[in-house]
């Protein structure tokens, strides 16, 4: 049976929807995933993206967040030391701010797929992002906006209009973060013909390389800018950074004329409503086993703007009810109306988000675990030698080796690591993205495994010597750290990386940004969710008068205690994380 209506992409089909992206070789002049260039005529594949115009895209990425870690890797002295905080207060306020990092691009990330397209939403927000910079800076170098100093053991708190400028400009930043984290990588995977076997195996490097230029930048903040900030000034260490900026919108624009750019597809938010309401409404009616009887375009692209086709996948049947053309459609001819009948894409789009749900999940408490690295992990820091020769090594500064880590990682795990896994799977890029992520929450249990055996030792020798009233430094190296930042940049790059892949390959293309969006969201559920077990922890451990375990002397502390318990909680995260993975469906998409 077959039925036209009036719309004109209107049509059951009776024969099988789609083939597998995988099929088509990418052979023309033209990009065969739709993009355009910035003229909005079809993208020449000779004269726009793959790594030209990456190399703009990673100019401005690596800008970027040099400027953010420059803010953000030694914040937790800056609260304690100038704003005069308790440590258990800036490390919740670090990881609350971080949490909102992650969240904002969830903003971004609509925008972007509803209506600006990701260049665009990239632009606009860097602006605000500057602004955001150059209050920040204001507030640390201009008298009447900073703290006063401590006399002697008497610390003055910042007044409320301080606070309020210092924390105008954090959030700006935290805003303007959110129209770049879910669109930048993104459009620099956009740069890449999915429907070309040769591309789409650079896209696979250009992940790993794009994480690679966030940890050059990261390595030169954790660094040189901690030092400056430590030992020259934080007006002058956060000026930088704000200049940074600059550069960072300028490489941007230079790139434009070689960039490639999918069209937004309208509200994703819009189209999931859809779905829900029109499977709603049809609840009643019995889901067809001939899946080809089911509503779809006639034409090889989909209803979707800057959309391939999905295929139609046998899970989450209910929701099929939703492409199902009813008696009561034929009989008032209404099947324009997306509320009422959507297409097999629409509907397979709602089905991936769901399938991606536990996945994401998991991501999690792997976050809570990273968010150690810039609180805890500098306070414990701060209670160890840091003497080498006549130079003091800043707490903060300890963060250069888990960037060390990803940039040693990241070239061994792309020339050394995938090509030998090749061998033995026949995969594209060696293991899957899901097996990817599995390594790394793997080497997370054993990151937070060395965390609580150097503080095991470090208390050791605090009891040894009497210290435990004293908030003073243990006669322990500093660089016996070296090991959990060590292992947490490797859980990056196999969790991280692996995660930018999986929601970039697994999203439905008008959803990307979204998909970004909701990968970020884990680090900021993974920050709240750090602040939450350090309250309940904080709120258990001090009952009856006690230090607690993480005090603001950790020397009468136990913060290995706490470390086991995120090492505990990683372990049954891998394990819920395993069983989801294996039971996953990948998505199966149509050439443009």
């Not at 896209?203 to 901690?226: C, D, M, T």
């Amino acid at each position: 049976m077959e039925y036209y209506s009036h719309c004109n992409f209107s049509q059951v089909v009776d024969t099988p929807l789609l083939l597998s992206s995988t099929l088509n070789e990418g052979s023309g002049l033209y990009a065969g995933d739709g993009s355009v260039d910035s003229k909005g005529k079809p993208a020449l594949k000779n004269d726009t993206g793959q790594w030209k115009a990456c190399s703009f895209i990673l100019g401005t990425f690596f800008c970027e967040r040099l400027a953010f870690y420059g803010i953000s890797t030694n914040l937790v002295n800056y609260f304690i030391e100038k704003l005069h905080e308790r440590t258990v207060v800036a490390s919740t306020n670090i990881t609350n701010w971080k949490g909102t990092c992650y969240i904002t691009p969830l903003i971004g990330a609509i925008l972007a797929d509803t209506y600006w397209g990701r260049y665009w939403t990239i632009a606009g927000f860097t602006t605000v992002y500057l602004i955001g910079m150059c209050t920040l800076t204001l507030s640390a170098s201009v008298s009447a906006l900073k703290p006063a100093e401590c006399v002697g053991s008497v610390c003055p708190s910042a007044t409320t209009a301080q606070y309020a400028v210092f924390l105008t400009g954090l959030y700006l930043i935290a805003l303007g973060t959110g129209g770049i984290k879910p669109c930048i990588w993104p459009f620099g995977a956009d740069q890449f013909d999915d429907t070309d076997p040769k591309e789409r195996v650079k896209k696979g490097s250009y992940f790993n390389w794009f994480y690679f230029s966030q940890n050059i930048g990261a390595i030169i903040a954790s660094s040189v800018l901690v030092w400056i900030q430590d030992n020259v000034g934080w007006g002058i260490g956060f000026g930088i950074p704000t200049a940074l900026m600059g550069v960072c919108i300028a490489s941007l624009l230079i790139g434009t004329p070689l960039y490639r750019f999918q069209k937004p597809g309208g509200s994703p938010l819009t189209r999931i409503c859809q779905v829900l309401v029109a499977s709603f409404r049809k609840r009643n009616l019995k889901v067809l086993e001939d899946n080809s009887l089911l509503h779809e375009t006639q034409d090889r692209s989909s209803a979707i703007e800057g959309s391939r086709k999905l295929e139609h996948s046998n899970e989450l049947r209910c929701l099929d009810k939703a492409a199902l053309i009813s008696d009561a459609d034929i009989e008032h001819g209404d099947l324009c109306n997306p509320w009422r009948l959507c297409t097999v894409t629409q509907v397979e789009e709602l089905k991936i988000l769901i399938r991606m749900f536990p996945i994401w999940a998991t991501g999690i408490v792997f976050s809570a675990v990273f968010a150690q690295m810039s609180t805890l992990f500098v306070v414990q820091g701060k209670l160890m030698k840091r003497t080498l020769g006549s130079v003091t090594i800043p707490a903060a500064s300890l963060s250069f080796f888990d960037f060390v880590s990803v940039i040693i990682w990241v070239p061994i795990y792309d020339s050394i690591i995938i090509p030998i896994v090749k061998k033995f799977t026949s995969k594209e890029r060696g293991f899957s993205q899901l097996q990817r992520m599995g390594i790394g929450l793997f080497v997370s249990i054993l990151c937070m495994a060395a965390a609580a055996l150097v503080e095991i030792k470090r208390l050791q020798l605090v009891t040894e010597l009497g210290l435990e009233d004293e908030k003073v430094a243990v006669p322990l190296s500093i660089l016996w750290q070296i090991p959990q930042y060590f292992l947490l940049g490797a859980a990056e790059v196999f969790t991280f990386i692996g995660q930018h892949e999986f929601y970039y390959e697994q999203a439905p293309d008008a959803m990307r940004s979204l998909c970004s969006a909701l990968s970020l969201l884990t680090n900021s559920l993974g920050n709240y969710l750090s602040s939450l077990i350090l309250t309940i922890v904080t709120y258990v451990t001090t009952k009856g008068g006690k230090a607690g375990w993480i005090p603001d002397n950790l020397n009468e502390g136990h913060l290995d205690y706490f470390y086991w318990l995120l090492a505990g909680l990683s372990f049954l995260n891998l394990v819920v994380y395993m069983v989801f993975s294996r039971n996953y469906k990948e998505k199966k998409a149509a050439a443009a």
